[in-house]
């Protein structure tokens, strides 16, 4: 099943854990095909002013994607290098509840002129 999404995000910086590096818990309102809301934290280092950078983050959804509910875990990997992004944006394996129990799948990021996410999720 595809799901195609948008999603509004709050950033709240937090100290980093370790030398060079820095935190940030993030909240999401979801809307499209998936109707809910997440939260989360991501970690990064780099200079990502430069063009070299990368994050990890991991966030927990509750809510409804397609015709299914529940609570799933999002994993994203993310790597900037001369100003060209790479993510790895996935559903943890094993991390659904209700309806989405089992569920697995990848995402598709893009950012539009205005800032608005947009997501494509392959969940199967």
Known sequence: ????????????????????????????VWSGDAVGASR?????????TDGTAG???LEVFEG????RSGTVAFQQFG???GGEQDLRYELVPGS?????A??????????????THHVVLDLA
């Open 40 to 48: 989360g934290f991501m970690l990064s280092a780099g200079e990502p």
């Open 55 to 57: 994050y990890v983050a």
């Open 1 to 28: 099943m595809v799901v195609n999404a948008t999603f509004e995000i709050e950033i709240t910086p937090e100290d980093g854990l370790l030398p060079g590096t820095r935190r940030f818990e993030f909240a999401k």
């Open 96 to 100: 659904g509840t209700g309806e989405l």
């Open 79 to 81: 790597t900037m290098r």
């Open 102 to 115: 089992g569920a697995t799948g990848v995402l598709t990021v893009e950012i539009d002129d205005e800032g």
């Open 64 to 67: 409804r994607l397609g015709d």
